[in-house]
């Protein structure tokens, strides 16, 4: 899997474009799937309006989860309140199948 972390463009125009449309052909030939993670405004705006935001599959980033106090319960820092698996991978260290 590719994930391109896209918040924090500023800007994003045609190169953009092309740039994520070939990024995309290289990873579905090489049997990699290709997600825009968490993508700024502009960056939605742009795709959307050249038509091809259809196209990609879009995620947001899990929120971070805040460090608890000294002397307190640490967590996994991969891990998101409430979760039992980061990515597919379980706490255990065992692989979820998707």
Do not use: K
């Amino acid at each position: 899997m590719i994930a391109v972390d896209l918040s924090a463009v500023r800007f994003f125009g045609a190169h953009g474009v092309s740039a994520l449309l070939q990024a995309q052909q290289t990873a579905t030939d090489a049997g990699a799937a290709f997600l825009l993670r968490d993508p700024a405004p502009c960056v939605t705006y742009i795709l959307a309006t050249t038509g091809v935001l259809p196209s990609f599959t879009l995620t947001e980033r899990p929120p971070r989860v805040p460090r608890p106090a000294a002397g307190g319960q640490r967590r996994h820092p991969g891990l998101v309140a409430g979760s039992t698996t980061y990515g597919n991978v379980t706490p255990g260290g065992g692989i979820r199948e998707r």
